[in-house]
């Protein structure tokens, strides 16, 4: 009895054993780590496949935080410690010119890449972006290029500027994205300055005044407003949005640069209800 018993463990714990084997030869199904965000592009080049993600969904004026992926065709996985780099550029009628952006970094997921850029202008039928990638794996190095379709904010709101200070520098100011809410918000903003069409450095050291209004109340504003100073551990603009009360708020603006001198933008006045320069946002 002893020795049946003896022999039909040990045919279970063979049939366990052939089971997890045959489970474990099973191939693995890689998890998109990106799942949860919007595909804006996927370029197919070289062998590769180079995806581009977004939250939102679509490529916006303003502020764009962007992630890449990129997947080698033949092995079918996505590839690790590649080296990437973007160029946004604008193909307008007459001229062409790039805007600013970010390096591309690695995250925390060894096949997840990140940056941004900030698109001035939405494209058209004659006048459009193409999203020019370079990107070096085990020393060798690709380029792709995809054209892109930028659009307006759906609500309209602005949220990015581009004008010409005092000193004649062009700049492009660029509010980061937000959830505002009746308190007093985190604020932050970008600020760069065009040294060539292809070239935006971004600009350290000068001050962003806010103040901001609600048009159709009166105008009135609220307390509790810091202006925007430049941080460096966060590489951005960062102060304080004092919002009382739900609705439309048009946020005016002062930049001034490491002197104190006024490059754009007006204080807001009986005689003058707006600056020139300004931000808007509803909720």
Not at 66 to 72: A, E, M
Not at 134 to 153: H, K, M
Not at 193 to 199: F, L
Not at 211 to 217: F, K, V, Y
Request: glycine share 4%; hydrophobic share 35%; proline share 4%.
């Amino acid at each position: 009895m002893k020795t049946i018993k003896s022999i039909f463990t040990s045919l279970l714990l063979i049939s366990t054993l052939i089971s997890c084997t045959e489970d474990n030869d099973e191939p693995m199904v890689e998890t998109n780590p990106l799942e949860s965000y919007n595909l804006l592009t996927a370029i197919d080049a070289n062998g590769h496949t180079l995806e581009v993600y977004s939250e939102q969904n679509q490529y916006t004026i303003g502020y764009n935080e962007l992630y890449f992926r990129i997947k080698d065709n033949v092995e079918g996985s996505y590839i690790e410690n590649a080296n990437l780099s973007m160029t946004p550029i604008m193909n307008m009628e007459m001229m062409s010119h790039s805007c600013p952006k970010s390096a591309i970094t690695k995250t925390e997921d060894s096949s997840v890449y990140k940056g941004y850029s900030i698109f001035q202008m939405p494209g058209n039928a004659t006048e459009y972006w193409d999203l020019n990638l370079e990107y070096t794996i085990a020393g060798q190095t690709y380029n792709l290029s995809e054209r892109i379709e930028v659009i307006a904010p759906a609500d309209g709101k602005k949220r990015v500027n581009v004008f010409t200070g005092t000193d004649e520098t062009r700049y492009v100011l660029a509010m980061m994205p937000m959830t505002p809410d009746v308190m007093v918000n985190d604020f932050s903003a970008l600020l760069f300055k065009m040294e060539t069409m292809m070239n935006f450095p971004a600009v350290e050291e000068y001050t962003i005044e806010i103040d901001p209004r609600m048009p159709g109340m009166g105008n009135h504003s609220s307390p509790s407003n810091e202006d925007l100073t430049f941080d460096t551990a966060a590489k951005m603009y960062k102060g304080k949005l004092s919002l009382t009360m739900t609705g439309y708020w048009k946020i005016n603006l002062k930049v001034k640069n490491a002197l104190g001198e006024v490059l754009k933008g007006e204080d807001v006045t009986e005689e003058n209800e707006a600056s020139s320069l300004y931000f808007e946002l509803e909720f």
